[in-house]
């Protein structure tokens, strides 16, 4: 029933910029934390950014620190990561994690978007 949809990936030369979105649909009560991720081909995923529910705190992987920045529009249900001055080794397919409580039964569960590949030329 719930469905994160996103939006934003393509190629761009080093030192451009990108801005991803991820929005979610459905049947929920609340939405918690927001993510992104990365998985570049033949390495782990990990981790590039994090918000927390109301966006007053963030967290960011240290080798975009400085480049990304991670927000959130509670109204859309929206989570966007804006990428500046971009390196090829930020070159990966992005994913949007939230966490999302549909009842009172199940809490929190963890749902992802399907992927953006972002490609970053020199």
């Known amino acids: 029933q719930v469905q994160l949809v996103e939006s934003g990936g393509g190629s761009v030369q080093a030192g451009g910029s990108l801005r991803l979105t991820c929005a979610a649909s459905?049947?929920?009560?609340?939405?918690?934390?927001m993510d992104w991720y990365r998985q570049a081909p033949g390495k782990q995923r990990e981790l590039v950014a994090s918000?927390?529910?109301?966006?007053?705190?963030?967290n960011y992987a240290e080798s975009v620190k400085g480049r990304f920045t991670i927000s959130r529009d509670n109204a859309r249900n929206t989570v966007y990561l804006q990428m500046n001055s971009l390196k090829p080794e930020d070159t990966a397919v992005y994913y949007c994690?939230?966490?999302?409580?549909?009842?009172?039964?199940?809490?929190?569960?963890?749902?992802w978007g399907q992927g953006t590949q972002v490609t970053v030329s020199t």
């Open positions: 994690h939230m966490q999302i409580t549909r009842s009172f039964l199940t809490g929190s569960l963890a749902y």
């Open positions: 459905g049947r929920f009560l609340s939405i918690g934390a």
């Open positions: 918000i927390i529910s109301s966006g007053g705190s963030t």
